[in-house]
């Protein structure tokens, strides 16, 4: 990636505590950047504080005691809630869809409008031709396999589930979106279409924090990996030094040290 391209979104100095436990840090100084058409992978193993660093940057949906700093093009925002990080540009596919990240009993079109009802209403009320629309849009787009706009979501196979809850943050418009294990519970086909959109975001400009379990998943589609373990960042790989030998090795250096 050629070093002109802008940073789109940046973290400065991020800490935060354990909702339950306040006297544990849950993630410690975590700094790091995602350009502009750029896609950051975070790997780690179980615990290492990624889905904690990830809800916490969204609305500090996580944690408490959060303090450093988050910039979008250069300026600081404000996201201490989530409706101040999606007016920012950001948004956050969870990777729990079916409690979090999905209104199971709805059907399509209500998901897909669910986080930017606003852009379907007319003052207070939803123009129920334009969220139809609007859903079928992103039906179309996305490939979502499904009889109707109006089928429930809980009828979707789990790669369809996930392309609704991709919608739906995508209808906000979001300029960086954070992916907490996008293809975890998708068969292979949907994986590969989920990976097909996320380049195609990317294309368009988006930057993409994605976490993941799945090495070969990161190695085969980030432009950068951020290693983390025990709440810090321990590694910062290129493309081109990222391997499973390489990251593994970053994990189990950092574990000696503390």
């Known amino acids: 990636m050629p070093p002109l391209v802008p940073v789109l979104f940046e973290l400065q100095n991020w800490c935060v505590r354990d909702p339950v436990h306040p006297e544990r840090e849950a993630v410690k100084n975590v ?18 504080g990624r889905t904690e660093l990830a809800m916490s940057i969204f609305g500090r949906s996580y944690g408490q ?28 596919v969870t990777e729990d869809r079916k409690h979090l990240g999905l209104v199971l009993n709805n059907n399509i079109k209500d998901n897909t409008t669910l986080a930017n009802l606003n852009a379907v209403a007319s003052a ?5 031709h334009k969220e139809a629309q609007v859903a079928s849009d992103y039906r179309q787009k996305l490939r979502i396999r499904s009889h109707s706009i109006y089928q429930e979501a ?16 995508l209808f906000t418009n979001p300029e960086v979106l954070i992916l907490d294990e996008p293809t975890r519970g998708i068969d292979v086909g949907a994986k590969f279409e989920i990976y097909t959109i996320i380049n195609q975001l990317a294309a ?5 924090l994605m976490i993941s379990s799945e090495m070969p998943e990161l190695l085969g589609t980030c432009d950068r990996i951020y290693v983390m373990n025990e709440g810090r960042i321990v590694a910062e790989l290129s493309k081109e030094e990222a391997s499973q030998e390489s990251i593994m090795r970053a994990i189990m250096r950092s574990g000696e040290k503390h």
């Open 31 to 48: 700094n790091l950047t995602v350009k502009r058409g750029e896609i950051v992978g975070i790997a780690g193993l179980m615990g290492a």
């Open 65 to 92: 005691g959060i303090s450093g700093q988050v910039f979008m093009k250069g300026r600081e925002v404000d996201v201490s809630t989530i409706e101040k990080a999606v007016k920012h540009g950001l948004a956050y």
């Open 124 to 128: 207070g009320v939803i123009d129920e």
């Open 154 to 169: 809980v009828n979707l196979s789990g790669g369809n589930q996930q392309k609704v809850v991709l919608s739906k943050w």
């Open 204 to 208: 368009e400009g988006k930057g993409i």
